[in-house]
């Protein structure tokens, strides 16, 4: 049982022996998206990465430019490539909302709101050149900022606010330099065509 402080994505950290060092749950599903499992995070990710949930993020300014974050260069998959504002994974029994404001705040160290579904049916799986595996049932959000953004360097190494047509033109000229789920995603999104 978690505590009033832990969130439901770090309620195993006592299962570590450290709790200055939360374990973050992901929540395994089957092909019809039921949840199965739970498994460490950490240790998910590999060359035969089992089906989770997860949810990606597309972060929009007042001015309707949206963020585009670098991933850190010692990330473990994608590491230096430019993707949407940010990702995450809701934990057991997190509502995915509240998931997005706690990685929001985890990893770009802002607050959104004004949080809604894009492509709720969103579903992908992509091997980077280390041969990791993405395999991920993962509904898209857009969202508003409410603070500067003010990113965490062991997530992301750059950011950019950019027009949404000048993302889709880029993501259109040179999908290599974007994480797949990125490129996937923008043919998809509202946001992204007007």
């Known amino acids: 049982m978690s505590s009033p402080s832990e969130s439901p994505a770090t309620a195993g950290s006592r299962a570590t022996g450290s709790p200055s060092v939360p374990t973050e ?38 001015e309707g430019r949206v963020l585009l974050t670098r991933r850190a260069l010692d990330k473990r998959t994608w590491p230096g490539i430019w993707t949407n504002s940010f990702c995450g994974h809701p934990g057991p029994g997190e509502d995915p909302v509240e998931a997005i404001v706690r990685r929001a705040e985890q990893e770009l160290g802002t607050r959104v709101d004004s949080i809604e579904p894009a492509v709720p049916d969103f579903r992908y799986r992509a091997v980077d050149d280390s041969g990791i595996v993405e395999n991920e049932i993962c509904p898209v959000f857009t969202a508003r900022i409410r603070a500067e953004v003010n990113p965490r360097a062991d997530e992301v190494c750059a950011h950019h606010w950019a027009r949404p047509t000048d993302v889709r033109t880029s993501v259109d000229a040179t999908p290599f330099a974007f994480s797949p789920w990125l490129v996937a995603q923008v043919p998809r999104m509202e946001l992204y065509s007007r």
Do not use: E, Q, R
């Open 25 to 62: 749950l992901v929540v395994l599903l089957d092909d019809d998206a039921n949840p199965i499992g739970t498994a460490d995070k950490a240790t998910v990710h590999t060359t035969d990465t089992p089906l989770h949930l997860a949810f990606s993020c597309h972060v929009v300014d007042d």
